[in-house]
């Protein structure tokens, strides 16, 4: 599985973007998507994630912000980021695993098989 991660940039604080990822290769109808991000100097983190079945996961930092959305037609999944703050800038990466991830787990990054190759979101200040 290949994935391609796209829409990072440069948005002044307030603003907003919308990162896409698309899965291709040996892909199936069951999978869990999420997206993790990495800040200079600082561990990978959570940020949302998403199974097929259409249940969605955040991370405190950015629920009632961020929505991730999925459509499996095309196998891609999407991160609307709203009202950015400067503490959102990192490199934002995707990842794919085939199958479901238990709930406990959608959060970590150990289960998710696939990654893409990363975005750079940077919120100016």
């Known amino acids: 599985v290949q994935l391609q991660a796209s829409g990072g940039g440069l948005v002044q604080a307030g603003g907003f973007l919308r990162l896409s990822c698309a899965a291709s290769g040996r892909t199936f109808n069951g999978y869990t998507m999420a997206w993790f991000r990495q800040a200079p100097g600082k561990e990978r983190e959570f940020v949302s994630s998403?199974?097929?079945?259409?249940?969605?996961y955040y991370a405190d930092s950015v629920k009632g912000r961020f929505t991730m959305s999925r459509d499996n037609a095309e196998n891609t999944v999407s991160l609307q980021m709203n009202s950015l703050k400067p503490e959102d800038t990192a490199v934002y990466y995707c990842?794919?695993?085939?199958?479901?991830?238990?709930?406990?787990?959608?959060?970590?990054?150990?289960?998710?098989?696939?990654w893409g190759q990363g975005t750079l979101v940077t919120v100016s200040s």
């Open positions: 998403i199974r097929s079945s259409g249940g969605t």
């Open positions: 990842a794919y695993r085939n199958g479901r991830i238990i709930t406990s787990q959608v959060s970590q990054p150990g289960p998710y098989e696939y």
